[in-house]
């Protein structure tokens, strides 16, 4: 069965995260995915640059009785400020805008990168990097051409790199997938 770019993503963090597991969800939105997150991880990191997006995702997870995620209202590119000695099993970008608000206020792909990058740091061995990008999106086609770009450059000794789109849909969103293998 071919699945939607969510219940994919979802999927593939179902299997690598643990109950024992420090994650990240690098764009909180409005809360979807680190509600999802909070229910297979120890501890959720959640991101969000816009205020909105904090108190969305705040008032899901108190509707939900759920205690195990840290809000950040910083931009993923800070990442290192907030988890310093933690190791993370898995992150989650859901680029593009918040759903509801400005469209044009948007993920971008320099801070996108630096976060990837200082998450990788921290990232254990046969943890992933999940990214679902929007091509359709204001900017998208900037941010996804730069990031695939990016990954196309990691070393294959180092990572594995996957991307699951529709062949047949023209600006689809699609999923790239990071994993860590040494």
Same mark, same amino acid.
């Given at each position: 069965m071919i699945k939607k770019?969510?219940? &994919?993503v979802h999927n593939k963090l179902k299997e690598t995260v643990t109950n024992e597991d420090y994650v990240i969800d690098g764009t909180c939105g409005n809360g979807y995915d680190t509600l999802f997150l909070s229910r297979i991880?120890?501890?959720v990191f959640a991101f969000d640059i816009q #205020?909105?997006?904090i108190k969305n995702t705040e008032e899901r997870l108190r509707r939900n009785k759920v205690y195990n995620v840290k809000m950040i209202q910083d931009s993923h590119e800070n990442v290192d400020k907030y988890i310093k000695d933690k190791e993370i099993?898995?992150?989650l970008f859901n680029l593009g805008h918040l759903p509801g608000s400005d469209k044009r206020v948007v993920t971008k792909w320099p801070s996108t990168m630096k976060a990837i990058q200082k998450i990788k740091n921290n990232l254990v061995v046969n943890g992933i990097i999940a990214l679902v990008v929007y091509v359709g999106k204001f900017g998208g086609e900037e941010e996804s051409n730069e990031l695939l770009s990016y990954v196309r450059s990691? +070393?294959?000794e180092e990572y594995n790199v996957i991307k699951y +789109?529709? &062949?047949?849909? #023209?600006k689809a969103p699609y999923v790239i997938i990071i994993k860590k293998n040494k």
């Open positions: 770019v969510i219940p &994919f991880a120890k501890k #205020e909105l997006a099993k898995a992150a990691l +070393s294959h +789109s529709y &062949f047949n849909k #023209e």
